[in-house]
C-alpha cells in the first residue's frame, strides 16, 4: 500500500469532521518520468553576461548619434571615418535620411564622391534606419543590394529611405522576416533656392531576426 493511502485511512478514523479536508502531503509527488516541468509564467529567466552587455550597447547604439559614433569607431570604422549621420524620421511615412559628408575620406582622385563611399553607406544607411525603427532586440543583415550610379556627385550625399513593408506589423508577428528598402540618394543643394540632384538609386533588402531566436538556437545546439 503507497504512503498517501495510508496516510488517507489513518485520517478516516481519527474523531474530525466529515467535511473536513485531507491533509496535504508532507512531500509533493515525485513527476513522472517524460513529463514536462515548465518554469512559472512570473519567473524571469537568467541572461548570460554576454546577453546582457549585448543588450546594454545595442540600447546605446540606437540612443543618439553620439553613441553611434563610439560603437561605429569600435565595430564599424567605415561609418565612422566617412561620417554618414541620420537625420529625422517622419513618423507618419517612415521616410528617414541619412547624410555622407563631403570627406576627404571619401572623395576619389578627380575630387568627386567614390562610388565605393556610395556604395557602402547605402547598406549602412538602410541598415540603420531599419534597425532604428526595430530596436536592439533584433539583429539586422543585409541579403541584397542593388545600386544604381545616376551622375557624379561633387558634394554632401543625402539617403532619403523608406520602406515598402509595414515593419510595425511583421514586428508584431513576433517571427523573421525581410524589409526592402528603396534609397534615392541625392547631391546636397550648395545653395539657398537650389534643388537636390539626384545622383544614385538604391534596393537594399535585410533580414530581420528577434535575438531571442538566436538564443533558442544555440540552446538547441548545445543539446
Keep these: 500500500m503507497e504512503a498517501s493511502t495510508i496516510e488517507a485511512e489513518a485520517y478516516r478514523n481519527l474523531d474530525v469532521p466529515a467535511d ?11 513527476p513522472v518520468a517524460g513529463t514536462i516541468v515548465r518554469r512559472p509564467a512570473d519567473e524571469p529567466e537568467k541572461q548570460s553576461l554576454f546577453d546582457r552587455v549585448e543588450a546594454f550597447i545595442s540600447k546605446l547604439n540606437v540612443r543618439d548619434n553620439f553613441w553611434n559614433s563610439v560603437c561605429s569607431l569600435i565595430w564599424l570604422p567605415l561609418a565612422f571615418f566617412s561620417g554618414i549621420r541620420m537625420k529625422e524620421m517622419d513618423a507618419s511615412t517612415f ?5 555622407l559628408p563631403f570627406r576627404r575620406f571619401n572623395r576619389n582622385w578627380y575630387r568627386a564622391m567614390a562610388g565605393g563611399a556610395l556604395l557602402a553607406n547605402s547598406e549602412i544607411a538602410g541598415g540603420s534606419y531599419v534597425f532604428g525603427i526595430c530596436g536592439a532586440d533584433y539583429t539586422v543583415v543585409c541579403k541584397h543590394l542593388e545600386y544604381k550610379f545616376l551622375r557624379p556627385c561633387f558634394g554632401p550625399a543625402v ?32 545653395q539657398v533656392g537650389d534643388r537636390d540632384k539626384r545622383v544614385g538609386q538604391c534596393v537594399a533588402t535585410f533580414h530581420v531576426t528577434p535575438k531571442v531566436h538566436h538564443k533558442v538556437k544555440r540552446e538547441r545546439r548545445r543539446r
Design 159 to 190: 539617403y532619403r529611405i523608406k520602406a515598402r513593408e509595414d515593419v510595425k506589423a511583421l514586428m508584431a508577428t513576433g517571427k523573421e522576416f525581410n524589409i526592402t528598402t528603396d534609397m534615392d540618394i541625392l547631391q546636397q543643394a550648395g
Design 20 to 30: 473536513a479536508a485531507p491533509p496535504a502531503p508532507a512531500h509533493p509527488p515525485a
Design 95 to 99: 521616410v528617414a535620411r541619412a547624410v
